[in-house]
């Protein structure tokens, strides 16, 4: 079974990396480019179980390691 | 086969090697192994012509690293390694795997890794392909050193057109061992088991060897695959692991997994031990599933390392890797012979003398031709030139060259305090890092000029040597060993051959001359595209001992009043020069001449001069010549200005070049001279500053070691003013040059 | 007086504080293990620099799960102090044990270079020989060093005076020219409300002689041999 | 409108950050995890136009400074 975890930082956290990416599309010719934030994303591969215990679980790993709650806010989706 | 880069008439020594036609897989062997990068089937020859021996080598070349003794029992164990295809490739994974290499050829020998260099060449940052593979270059060899913990603490960098379709990224790394702690590649005692660590083989990197020794074309696109990701932290946790490891004793010999991987680990001991090895690949940890044995043998799959251990020990060495949450696991046995056995789940599917692959290979006395071109370029007259600029205009020029520019752009993302023991701060010198639990100090320094290789490969290469050893000098180190890496075209052209066999002639010539031992190097082939070669590069790095690290000097001024000094003859060569380059478009001429007898002499007595505490700064004079090497003395000095007065060099006209009375007459001529006086780019040449009572040791020493001195000038003020013959001809706020100088390549890489 | 060092296993500054607290100030010092539990009677406790765990994810991250960091919350509770230089400093902000968070610098390069420091509070263990508003010059070498804590928690740290260096120019004059990594508030080091653990992203002991370009960091340490003693002489 | 370009690295490109977490979760005790591989994601706000053009201008952007095509592959996806 797999797993996603989208990790964003939130809207209030400076995004160092997204705004370098967006000055260099805007000097490379796409002006309509207005704001870029960056984030991460993992792919879990997990022993199967049933999805609802693969979200509690996954939920828990992102709570506990795979995103930092003062800056980073998360998303988990159990893929099909 | 074709595929394999095996030629024809190799194809037949291996079948009478092997008395049969060899399976795929061992073609696969064979075609890694005898490839230019793992057999230096093109070099060799030439290689063996370098002096290699001396008092203090305690390892000359042919293992992971060389190395030299520096006293209190200990050695300096060191090499320069190159990554130059796959940085063209992916910038940031090519550098940062090739300074995860040579660290591990370093640490393989039982010596901790305690500084980084690097040499590095881009095409022109007017380019956005330059200026997008120096940033992921520089990026790339920060990223793994920093993580690791392994201080960069110098380099250089040149910026030319003609490395713009082969960047060159040449590492240097330096390690210290007790002198008996040294462990080698080598099998030992038939029964031994043969253990694996490291990362899981993948299918990453398969061919890499292959790829590093042929020219880039349009194909090279789909050879992609071959790049490979490093991971500085396995690496970390291999190089604790493995130091800690052999403490125990228990490892009889131990070789890293570089180009051709498992291939070249197995043969390669097993040669050095006179010893056969036998190896099921179903043991191999991998990291994908339905792996082959030709994948698992040929991948080069990063920070992997494989052990020989004396039977009865393994739980020692186990441990050991269990405690850094590595799982080492036997993959095999030391036997009796000379055949390298590969098993897969106990059905043998290769079976190869091993000294087949190694010692072996070809070699080849590949042809040699001086290029048809060689004697025009060596040709320079001034009437071609033009009108010459004013030296004012020359010289704020020239600020602005990013070869000459300070490199703080690069070294600002190196960790170069880590370990402390960075005694010169990147920028100032040649490196010197302390060796802690002694007094004592190694300079270090990685230097080449293509340019003048290009136009003589053999001086070229001794300039080089030359230069190496004189920044190591300047900083107060006494040479003591050297390493090299020749960066060149293909060799399968006569005048790339040429080329090489006359540097390498050069390098062996100076490095006698010098006292300076070769002790290893790399050899990076193909450097071309669609049929343009680099400039033939070799890059020199050469360690110097410091006895008192206390006694080190850089290059900037300490004080005002004090006596400026020219040690070395300003002969007003501009034959290569950066000066002709930059200002005239033009590379032509003869590199400066070189009397090694001078330049030994020289740097006898500069390495003097700093022990015994009688200059207060020291600076070799190369890329721009004396006015920019005096502008550098400036920089970093907290504003100590300079005013000199140089004694004017008279060019001879050459009417054999095609130089005219009139040329001669003009006023041109008279220009020119000036310029030569302040930007040629003669050897054996350093600034040093001195005070009071210690000016005049300065000199009388100068007078007892034969090396010409003449007081210059004073430093002083806050400009730099130098005059030539009595006329003053460059006046410059140092605030307003070093504010240029310190942010040139800044400003080039802001642009997009 | 006993310094412990912890090392993680990508630790790369250990041994330099380890070499500072025992070879340069001369006091007792240990290296300790992070899957170790006991901090072998150690009076302060060191979290050096590195890449703790290669710290891909975020700095920091797993090194917090190490087995000894429950020791070294246990000894922090109990007043004992605790150092986080660079990579340590990251690891406590992660523990919690210091409030806030790190991101990449605002230029995204790696920064590597000697900065001038402001000491804005002398009453930690880790400022207590520092003269207020005393000027250090220390190496910083980072990535992540990008300090960020919500409107609210920035507030409160500084109401409570818990912003211990700030990155300033030599004349202790502290503007966004004089940041390397685009820190809130210019900070470069924060203590706890208690006082007693210290983080900050400069590296004193790599500042700790003269022959490496500078001696300044050597304050830091002594501080923490002043406090202890007058501690025990109360 | 927005857009987001979802980065990963190809599947025979050794993902070192995926290991290390995937080692640390395991250690953390949650067995079940086989594997995990790590991604990047753009979130790229732009000045509205049609999503055909949008898609067609990010992907272009993917291509050219997004993604790494030596080493990574993309997915763009338009947002309503
Ligand atoms: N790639 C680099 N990495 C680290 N330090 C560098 C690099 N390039 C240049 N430097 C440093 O900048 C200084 C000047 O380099 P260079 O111009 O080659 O000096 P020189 O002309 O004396 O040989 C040296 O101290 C060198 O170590
Ligand atoms: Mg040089």
């Not at chain 2, 203090?56 to 300096?76: F, M, T, Y």
């Not at chain 2, 053999?458 to 180190?477: P, Q, T």
């Not at chain 2, 540097?503 to 050899?523: D, F, Q």
């Amino acid at each position: 079974m797999k797993a996603r975890v989208y990790v964003t930082l939130k809207p209030s956290v400076f995004d160092p990396q997204g705004r370098v990416v967006a000055d260099a599309l805007v000097t490379l010719g796409y002006q309509e480019v207005q704001d870029v934030r960056q984030g991460k994303f993992f792919e879990v591969e997990l022993a199967a179980t049933d999805a609802v215990t693969a979200k509690a679980r996954v939920t828990e790993m992102a709570d506990k390691l795979l995103a930092n709650p003062v800056i980073e806010s998360y998303r988990v989706e159990v893929l099909p | 086969m074709e595929r394999h880069g095996i030629k024809p008439d190799e194809y037949e020594r291996i079948l009478e090697l092997m008395g049969r036609e060899p399976n795929l897989l061992e073609l696969g062997l064979f075609s890694v192994m005898w490839s230019e990068h793992c057999s230096y089937k093109s070099s060799r020859v030439h290689l063996k012509t370098l002096p290699t021996t001396g008092p203090r080598v305690v390892q000359g070349p042919g293992e992971n690293a060389g190395a030299v003794d520096i006293g209190n029992g200990l050695c300096a164990v060191f090499k320069i390694e190159s990554h130059n295809h796959p940085s063209f490739i992916e910038p940031y994974q090519g550098a940062a795997t090739g300074v995860g290499g040579i660290i591990r050829d370093i640490f393989t020998m039982g010596a901790r890794p305690i500084a980084l260099l690097n040499a590095l060449r881009f095409g022109s940052l007017d380019a956005p392909l330059a200026r997008r593979i120096f940033e992921g270059v520089v990026a790339g060899v920060g990223g793994y050193g920093n993580s690791i913990g392994i201080p960069t603490v110098g380099g250089e960098i040149v910026f030319d057109e003609m490395y713009s379709g082969n960047p060159l990224v040449n590492v240097l790394c330096l390690g210290i061992s007790r002198i008996d702690g040294i462990v080698k590649g080598a099998a030992k005692g038939a029964g031994n088991p043969v253990f694996y660590v490291g990362a899981k083989t993948g299918r990453d990197g398969i061919h890499g060897a292959t790829m590093a020794s042929a020219e880039f074309d349009e194909t090279s696109a789909e050879k992609r695959p071959a790049v490979q990701v490093g991971d500085p932290f396995m690496e970390k946790l291999l190089m604790e692991a493995c130091l800690e490891v052999m403490k125990t004793g228990a490892v009889l010999g131990i070789q890293d997994m570089g180009a051709a991987g498992l291939s070249c680990a197995t043969s390669e001991m097993g040669s050095r031990g006179g010893l056969g090895m036998t190896i099921d690949v179903m043991h191999v940890p991998q990291r994908e599933t339905g792996m082959t044995p030709y994948e698992i043998m040929l991948s080069e799959s990063q920070e992997r390392m494989l052990l020989v251990v004396e039977k009865g020990r393994e739980h020692e060495v186990t441990a050991v890797f269990e405690k850094w949450d590595l799982h080492a696991v036997q993959v095999g046995e030391v036997v009796e012979g000379s055949r390298l056995k590969i098993l897969e789940r106990g059905v043998l599917v290769a079976d190869v003398p091993n000294r087949a692959l190694t010692d072996e290979a070809p070699v080849y006395r590949r042809p040699m031709q001086e290029p048809s071109w060689q004697k025009a370029v060596q040709r320079l007259s001034l009437g071609d030139l033009g009108a010459p600029p004013s030296a004012q205009s020359a010289f704020d020029r020239l600020l602005t060259v990013p070869t000459i520019a300070s490199k703080r752009w690069a070294y600002g993302q190196y960790d170069h305090s880590v370990g402390t023991n960075t005694i010169a701060q990147p920028g100032m010198s040649a490196a010197v890092v302390r060796v802690k639990g002694t007094a004592t100090g190694l300079a270090v320094s990685v230097d080449g000029n293509g340019r003048f290789c290009y136009l003589d490969p053999y001086r070229g290469a001794m300039l080089a040597v030359a230069e190496a050893a004189r920044n190591v000098a300047c900083a107060g180190g006494e040479p003591i060993g050297g390493t090299n890496n020749l960066n060149f075209g293909n060799p399968e052209r006569p005048e790339i051959m040429w080329q090489l066999g006359e540097a390498v002639r050069g390098i062996g010539e100076a490095c006698r001359a010098l006292g300076i031992p070769i002790t290893g190097g790399n050899v990076s082939l193909y450097n071309e595209t669609e049929g343009r070669a680099i400039f033939p590069t070799p890059v020199l790095g050469v360690v110097g001992l410091l006895e008192d690290a206390t006694k080190t000097t850089t290059r900037a001024f300490k004080r005002a009043g004090a006596a400026v000094v020219l040690l070395g003859d300003n002969l007003g060569e501009l034959g290569g020069s950066e000066y002709l380059a930059t200002l005239h478009g033009k590379v032509a001429g003869q590199p400066p001449t070189l009397d090694l007898s001078r330049e030994a002499a020289i740097q006898k007595l500069i390495v003097k001069l700093i022990r015994d505490g009688l200059v207060e700064s020291a600076h070799d004079c190369s890329e721009g010549g004396l006015a920019l090497t005096l502008a550098e003395c400036t920089f970093d000095s907290g504003g100590i200005g300079v005013a000199v007065d140089l004694p004017e060099v008279r060019l001879k006209p050459d009417t054999t070049l095609g130089d005219t009375a009139a040329d001669v007459a003009s006023g041109f001529s008279r220009t020119f001279d000036v310029n030569a006086t302040l930007f040629g780019e003669s050897a054996s040449r350093i600034v040093v500053s001195a005070s009071g009572a210690q000016l005049e040791a300065v000199v009388a020493a100068a007078k007892a070691a034969g090396v010409m001195a003449t007081v210059i000038g004073q430093t002083g003020g806050d400009r730099i003013q130098l005059s030539v013959g009595g006329t003053r001809v460059v006046d410059t706020a140092i605030a307003d040059a070093e504010h240029v100088w310190a942010t040139c390549i800044e400003t080039q890489m802001g642009r997009r | 007086m006993k310094f412990a060092v912890v090392v993680f296993p990508g630790s790369n500054s250990d041994h330099d504080a380890f070499y500072a607290a025992s070879e340069v100030i001369g006091e007792d010092a240990a290296l300790v293990w992070h899957k170790d539990t006991d901090l072998q009677g150690a009076d302060v406790v060191i979290l050096p620099g590195g890449f703790a765990h290669g710290d891909y994810l975020r700095t920091g991250a797993i090194a917090r799960f190490s087995p000894i960091m429950s020791a070294v919350k246990a000894f922090a509770d109990r007043g004992g102090p605790v150092l986080g230089i660079c990579n340590g400093f990251q690891v406590l902000l992660e523990a919690g044990l210091l409030p806030g968070a790190m991101v990449r610098n605002d230029r995204i390069k790696f920064v590597s270079r000697l900065v001038p420091v402001r000491v804005e509070q002398t009453d930690t263990p880790f400022t207590a020989a520092c003269a207020s508003t005393q000027v250090l010059h220390m190496p910083v070498a980072h990535g992540e060093g990008n300090y960020y804590a919500d409107p609210d928690t920035l507030a409160e740290i500084e109401a409570h005076r818990q912003v211990v260096f700030r990155y300033s120019n030599a004349a202790g004059e502290v503007s966004p020219a004089s940041n390397p990594n685009g820190s809130l508030n210019s900070i470069a080091g924060i203590c706890n409300r208690q006082r007693n653990v210290v983080g900050l992203m400069p590296h004193p002991e790599r500042a700790t002689e003269a022959q490496l370009g500078s001696a300044d960091g050597r304050v830091i340490l002594a501080s923490a041999v002043k406090s202890l003693a007058s501690l025990a002489g109360r």
